[in-house]
């Protein structure tokens, strides 16, 4: 028998230190093998948002186009009210957006036949830490083009 009364002994709970360097290292190497996952998710994200407002941008160019029979090149500091009306950033505010975009003539073309709208990445104007390594710049044009300066033909898909 114990020399110890009942109410007196103490019976030890927890964890130890090894099963807690386990358990910290496990995490550890999931976190590792998921983090990458995680940002590339969230530059598709951006990517798309910006496809999107490309597209909506477009639409707002065809019907000027249609009541004014030319289109609008616009940019984050334009002057011009009609260019004022275009929103030159993809997401909900310039601070919250990945891609900055303007819209100017077609490369071979002058803009009262082609605009073309392009979204860049993390300039200062929009979340200047954001890259889109694999596609880049992205490009839509009033003809139907649909490409990106980066080396990924599958940025529009």
């Given at each position: 028998m114990s020399a110890r009364p009942a109410c007196l002994r103490v019976q030890a709970h927890g964890f130890t230190v090894t099963e807690v360097l386990v358990a910290?290292?496990?995490c550890g190497i999931v976190g590792a093998l998921a983090y990458p996952?995680?940002?590339e998710h969230m530059v598709r994200a951006r990517r798309t948002e910006a496809q999107g407002a490309l597209q909506r941008l477009m639409q707002q160019e065809e019907r000027?186009?249609?009541?004014?029979n030319r289109y609008v090149a616009f940019?984050?500091?334009?002057?011009?009210?009609?260019?004022?009306r275009f929103r030159?950033?993809?997401g909900t505010s310039p601070e919250r957006s990945g891609y900055e975009i303007a819209g100017e003539a077609c490369d071979d073309r002058p803009l009262d036949?082609?605009?073309?709208?392009?979204a860049t990445p993390g300039?200062?104007?929009?979340d200047v830490h954001y890259r889109d390594r694999q596609c880049g710049r992205l490009i839509l044009t009033s003809t139907g083009e649909?490409?990106?300066?980066?080396?990924?033909?599958?940025?529009?898909?």
């Amino acid at each position: 028998m114990s020399a110890r009364p009942a109410c007196l002994r103490v019976q030890a709970h927890g964890f130890t230190v090894t099963e807690v360097l386990v358990a910290v290292a496990i995490c550890g190497i999931v976190g590792a093998l998921a983090y990458p996952n995680l940002q590339e998710h969230m530059v598709r994200a951006r990517r798309t948002e910006a496809q999107g407002a490309l597209q909506r941008l477009m639409q707002q160019e065809e019907r000027y186009f249609t009541l004014h029979n030319r289109y609008v090149a616009f940019a984050p500091d334009s002057t011009d009210d009609d260019a004022r009306r275009f929103r030159w950033w993809s997401g909900t505010s310039p601070e919250r957006s990945g891609y900055e975009i303007a819209g100017e003539a077609c490369d071979d073309r002058p803009l009262d036949e082609c605009v073309q709208l392009v979204a860049t990445p993390g300039t200062r104007r929009v979340d200047v830490h954001y890259r889109d390594r694999q596609c880049g710049r992205l490009i839509l044009t009033s003809t139907g083009e649909r490409r990106a300066s980066g080396s990924d033909p599958r940025c529009w898909r």
